[in-house]
């Protein structure tokens, strides 16, 4: 009589086990995230308001609790005057985007979903304008610096080197 599980055949043995192809190397948040991100993307995609532009979602970033996914997004040309009405017309949305969220993700409990102007899409458009208008300054002093040698070489010797004074 065979003794039962000394052929490897149990269900103690992990090595009889093999990944499916579903089954991911990151934790589910991020699978989540990625998920949500594409989700709420479509959504935005099929909506056409004028207070959004051209808005991109450039993430969304679920607590782990699964209660609360905050959504970020960017709006192309952002000057940041319209920060209030493009918040208000999302907000309008919101449940439509959380009804979407509940029919295409499979999950018990549907986050609530808040949005957020993605913070490091702004803070890359204010770098952005600060090397500008430091690249702009370069450039200026580049001009004068230019100009001050065309002065300096017109030959007769006035001004070629501090303290050379001619009497």
Do not use: C
């Not at 599980?5 to 269900?11: E, L, P």
């Not at 609360?68 to 907000?91: K, P």
């Not at 979407?100 to 702004?122: G, H, M």
């Amino acid at each position: 009589m065979a003794r039962r599980g000394s052929s490897g055949k149990g269900r103690g043995n992990k090595s009889s086990r093999s990944r499916t192809p579903t089954q991911r190397h990151y934790p589910r948040t991020a699978r989540l995230n990625a998920l949500l991100t594409e989700i709420v993307a479509d959504y935005f995609e099929l909506v056409e308001e004028p207070e959004f532009g051209f808005l991109t979602v450039t993430g969304v970033d679920v607590d782990s609790d699964l209660n609360v996914a905050q959504v970020f997004f960017s709006i192309f040309d952002d000057t940041g005057e319209d920060d209030d009405e493009v918040l208000d017309a999302l907000a309008d949305h919101r449940s439509r985007v959380q009804r979407a969220i509940a029919s295409q993700a499979k999950l018990r409990k549907t986050p609530e979903v808040v949005f957020q102007f993605d913070p490091a899409v702004r803070a890359g458009a204010r770098i952005d304008s600060i090397l500008a208008t430091i690249d702009d300054g370069a450039e200026q002093d580049g001009a004068d610096q230019d100009e001050a040698e065309q002065d300096g070489a017109d030959g007769d010797g006035a001004g070629d080197t501090p303290g050379s004074e001619q009497t």
